[in-house]
């Protein structure tokens, strides 16, 4: 999704653990077009009123701020005109959750105060315990920047850290790949893939100690029914970036999960729909490994059968097709996918960390019909791990890319839904949540191709007409004519109270092609405005986006 979680979810809304504060886009610290540098201590109007445009409007100043589960309000005791921001961290393991607070010096947030159409940078300064600290910040909404990503918040306190998965102390090297020494026995008789519908099994490799999802890729021949592979011609790439380093004394161990292949029936045309799911597994030894790119990592193991579950669907995949002009006026409906995760360490805050799949059910394109099975996966993880239900429907329009090569751009929206397994499928799997409508750019709407007069636009929309979103996602993807696709290059989160939002003018550069999607998300136990990226991995989940088409700046 590369892992099948990065497609499903880099496409649907990359989820705030994945889609980053602060990585994947270069920054920009300088002053572009319309931004003033401020770095006084008052008001630029003198008397501390709101001046300019509404352009967060919904965005009340110190209304309702939302608190995280149960803790006081976080604006509580910040003198006036000061905003205040942390990062604590917070690993979860199997002994409990540890927090530690990060140092933002290395990458400063900054604050962005609209002042109608142009805006105030401010730089601030740093605080104790290593957070960050802005004065004169008049009430109201305001952006707060951290690398690649901005918040649109009035609140006075911001804690902008993370859950991470694994033990606070663990180390990762520079090396995302390693070669393996593959050494199992017991699998289930191996299935080759053979297509899409037929995927066959295959091996993932986690860990319950450091953060690690790869899957394991054997290049030999495996032939079918074998139940051993025993081969130094193997590698794992961490989906998750670097690697761990697994220390014994610390008791690090390795998950191998096989996945099989399993019958879901037959598609309307007669053709077999195959699903995999987790079926054995072996927890090898806490052992020691430094991963250096060319010594071969271990994975030895009597492999055993998971605890299996069976559960019924009903899948009623004509109401999200139904979806797609809302997407796209040109959009037409795209790949169907549920897969179930586990929950590392309980569901009490959420989905924190990813540790593979233990079952995925991929569609054909343009699927569309109602769609009931009986599936079955395993669980080789502890009883008190959760599990966790995703299911996603993605959409796209083809058009002409803006390079004037004539090749056609796949331009994608997607609905995504997360919740505990058992509230998933209590009732048939149908859209609990619709597309923003009436997208546009600058008054225009966004599904018109064109060149836009400034590169610091208005984006608009209206809610959603099912569903009452709890914050949005506006995602703006730079095209790159060398490599013909667009990339996502600066991600703005807002609360669900805001249905507009102007580009901060260093967001677009000029004569640069884009594309941007809105996604409305609903997810009642987030506080998008105090703890955006922690709150946003609570259950459950759901987020539904419309895009636009390529538009060009000056």
């Known amino acids: 999704m590369k892992s099948p979680r990065l497609s499903f979810l880099l496409g649907a809304t990359c989820v705030a653990w994945l889609a980053g504060c602060g990585s994947g886009a270069p920054e920009s610290n300088g002053l572009g077009a319309g931004l003033s540098s401020v770095d006084t201590d008052t008001d630029s109007t003198g008397d501390g009123t709101w001046m300019g445009e509404p352009i967060a409007e919904g965005c009340e100043p110190d209304g309702g701020v939302p608190t995280d589960g149960g803790v006081p309000s976080v604006d509580a005791g910040v003198p006036e005109g000061v905003v205040w921001v942390k990062s604590t961290a917070r690993f979860h393991t199997s002994v409990g959750i540890a927090e530690r607070e990060e140092d933002l010096s290395a990458n400063p947030p900054e604050i962005l105060v609209p002042t109608g159409s142009t805006f105030e940078l401010h730089l601030g300064s740093p605080g104790p315990q290593g957070g960050w600290m802005f004065t004169g910040i008049r009430p109201g909404p305001y952006y707060l920047r951290t690398g690649s990503t901005f918040l649109v918040t009035s609140s006075r306190s911001v804690d902008i850290g993370r859950n991470r998965l694994g033990r606070p102390d663990a180390e990762y090297v520079d090396v995302a790949s390693s070669p393996l020494q593959v050494n199992l026995l017991n699998l289930a008789p191996w299935q080759n893939w053979e297509g899409s519908l037929q995927p066959g099994s295959s091996l993932q490799l986690t860990s319950s100690q450091v953060d690690l999802f790869s899957t394991a890729s054997i290049f030999d021949f495996i032939p079918d029914g074998a139940t051993s592979i025993v081969t130094s ?23 191998v999960n096989q996945l099989s292949e399993f019958s879901a029936g037959f598609l309307p045309d007669g053709r077999p729909l195959g699903y995999t799911a987790v079926e054995r597994s072996a927890q090898v030894g806490a052992f020691d490994f430094m991963p250096d790119g060319f010594t071969p990592m271990p994975v030895t193991g009597l492999l055993q059968q998971a605890r299996m579950r069976e559960f019924p669907i009903e899948w009623r995949l004509p109401d999200f097709a139904h979806y797609a002009s809302q997407v796209h006026p040109n959009a037409q409906p795209g790949i169907p996918r549920l897969d179930l995760v586990p929950g590392p360490h309980g569901l009490q805050e959420g989905w924190i960390g990813y540790s593979g799949e233990l079952l995925t059910l991929s569609l054909p394109r343009g699927t569309a019909y109602d769609l009931t099975a009986r599936l079955k996966f395993g669980n080789p993880y502890p009883s008190n791990w959760g599990v966790i239900g995703m299911v996603s429907y993605s959409f796209r329009n083809q058009e002409p890319m803006p390079d004037g090569s004539g090749r056609l751009g796949s331009l994608t929206g997607t609905y995504s839904e997360y919740d505990a397994v058992d509230n998933l499928i209590a009732g048939p799997l149908v859209p609990k949540l619709s597309p923003p409508r009436a997208f546009t750019i600058d008054g225009v709407p966004a599904s018109v191709p064109r060149r836009v007069g400034t590169v610091s636009p208005v984006l608009a929309w209206s809610a959603p007409s099912v569903g009452t979103p709890t914050a949005y996602r506006v995602s703006i993807q730079r095209f790159d004519p060398d490599f013909g696709f667009a990339f996502t290059w600066r991600i703005l989160y807002m609360p669900g109270s805001v249905t507009q939002v102007r580009l901060p003018p260093d967001i677009l550069e000029p004569a640069t092609s884009y594309v941007a999607t809105v996604s409305a998300i609903d997810s009642p136990n987030s506080a998008i405005e105090t703890f955006p990226f922690r709150t946003l991995d609570r259950l459950p989940y759901r987020s539904f986006s419309a895009t636009s088409s390529y538009f060009t700046t000056p």
């Open 233 to 255: 011609n193997a590698v794992m790439d961490s989906v998750l970036g670097n690697l761990p380093v697994f220390e014994a004394d610390k008791g690090d161990r390795l998950y």
